[in-house]
């Protein structure tokens, strides 16, 4: 599957030198719903769980136990054939959610699909945050057919390998790890993203996204 991301996207002077520290944290870039957004897609575009994902246009019924409320979802995704509602948002905008109290405690609507909020914390809780950015990363890396042949080749012939190995096959890319991760980003290609980067990571073929005619 593959997602397009959505992007838009003073400091005081004291007496005192600020510290290193500081100066950092008073230059971070602010979380925005639109930087959240497009790390949720890359999210679901890497995980096999992912069967789906389509942006929400029918309003949905809650029984918030005060009354039916209607509410328009960010997303709508499915994993293992049950489709899921999501909201994206910043924790300034959670705080005035009309959804807030109702998906502490787990909710879903008045057709049986589950909702949650997810916000900068658990979209971009480690280590998964850094492990998908490494893996986008080598979104653009070119791989030769060649290449393409033998990582997918000893995959189907040994299921599940580490990292390491895997890349051993690469012979006319010059980062053997790149190579592979790029056919992750393809959607050819399981990695655990809930992991950090190792030798040992296990990738293994992901089930194609289309049916393929040849049966191959």
Request: glycine content about 6%; aromatic content about 4%; charged content about 25%.
């Amino acid at each position: 599957m593959s997602a397009q991301a959505i992007l838009d996207l003073p400091v005081r002077r004291s007496g005192r030198r600020p510290s290193s520290r500081r100066t950092q944290r008073s230059q971070a870039t602010p979380v925005t719903r639109n930087g959240l957004i497009a790390d949720f897609l890359a999210i679901c575009e890497l995980d096999p769980e992912v069967e789906a994902l389509r942006a929400q246009a029918e309003t949905a019924e809650f029984d918030v136990g005060d009354g039916i409320i209607g509410h328009v979802a960010d997303f709508e995704i499915v994993r293992d054939g049950t489709p899921h509602l999501v909201d994206v948002v910043t924790d300034d905008d959670l705080i005035n959610h009309p959804m807030r109290a109702a998906a502490l405690h787990g909710i879903a609507s008045a057709d049986g699909r589950p909702f949650v909020i997810e916000t900068a914390a658990s979209i971009r809780a480690e280590p998964r945050f850094t492990t998908v950015r490494l893996i986008m990363a080598c979104k653009r890396t070119p791989v030769t057919a060649g290449d393409r042949v033998r990582i997918l080749h000893q995959l189907d012939e040994s299921g599940a390998m580490r990292l390491v190995d895997c890349a051993s096959a690469v012979m006319n890319t010059a980062d053997g790890v790149a190579a592979v991760l790029a056919l992750a980003c393809e959607g050819l290609i399981a990695v655990d993203i809930s992991r950090p980067i190792l030798p040992e990571t296990q990738v293994r073929r992901r089930r194609l996204p289309y049916s393929d005619p040849f049966g191959f």
